[in-house]
T-cell receptor, first 115, second 112 residues
Framework: GAGVSQSPSNKVTEKGKDVELRCDPI?????LYWYRQSLGQGLEFLIY????????KSGLPSDRFSAERTGGSVSTLTIQRTQQEDSAVYLC?????????????FGEGSRLTVL | SQQGEEDPQALSIQEGENATMNCSYK?????LQWYRQNSGRGLVHLIL?????REKHSGRLRVTLDTSKKSSSLLITASRAADTASYFC????????????FGKGITLSVRP
């Protein structure tokens, strides 16, 4: 597609369940980012993938969070044993990955609600 | 932790007026970017200014950067109701492994 695609757009789950959020970046973009946005807050960096390099996981809040990027394209963010504080909008972005950090192209986000 | 701190947190103006939003940051940067977010949507890139630039224009947008004060401002001239959104500054910190650090954002309301 022309833009960054995220699914699902909305997810309601019960505390303790696992969830998977998917991101399909713009074709040809080597850099992919996950951010979390809580209600009325800014964006919290979670994880960054660049090409075949080891991902920067420094923003993952706990070991319940993990992410993969298969074949340098689609990425999945997994949250295990969800807690109510995980409720937020999870935003994925991609960029060309060349030179300094340039323009990020964001998806519409996946809104997660943990009951 | 937040790098960019936007000011004010909320701004309400009349259509046709100019809107000025400020951002301060703490560390050295490669560039600073401004993004816009409409309610319930993803962020859209507005403008990027590099650390060796002082001012940049794009349509009705004017961005300034003062690296000595570690601050930037975004000016939207002749505002329109459609400019109502949240605006975020984001910094590409030197040595921060190519990730942007975002502020908490400014909520701009433009009254028709």
């Amino acid at each position: 597609g022309a833009g960054v695609s995220q699914s699902p757009s909305n997810k309601v789950t019960e505390k303790g369940k696992d969830v998977e959020l998917r991101c399909d970046p713009i074709s040809g973009h080597t850099a992919l980012y996950w951010y979390r946005q809580s209600l009325g807050q800014g964006l919290e960096f979670l994880i960054y993938f660049q090409g075949n390099s080891a991902p920067d996981k420094s923003g993952l809040p706990s070991d319940r969070f993990s992410a993969e990027r298969t074949g340098g394209s689609v990425s999945t963010l997994t949250i295990q044993r969800t807690q109510q504080e995980d409720s937020a909008v999870y935003l994925c972005a991609s960029s060309t990955g060349q030179g300094d950090t340039g323009e990020l192209f964001f998806g519409e986000g996946s809104r997660l609600t943990v009951l | 932790s937040q790098q960019g701190e936007e000011d004010p947190q909320a701004l309400s103006i009349q259509e046709g007026e100019n809107a000025t939003m400020n951002c301060s940051y703490k560390t050295s940067i490669n560039n600073l970017q401004w993004y816009r977010q409409n309610s319930g949507r993803g962020l859209v890139h507005l403008i990027l200014i590099r650390s060796n630039e002082r001012e940049k224009h794009s349509g009705r947008l004017r961005v300034t950067l003062d690296t000595s004060k570690k601050s930037s401002s975004l000016l939207i001239t002749a505002s329109r109701a459609a400019d109502t959104a949240s605006y975020f500054c984001a910094t590409d910190e030197t040595g921060a492994n190519s990730k942007l650090t975002f502020g908490k954002g400014i909520t701009l309301s433009v009254r028709p």
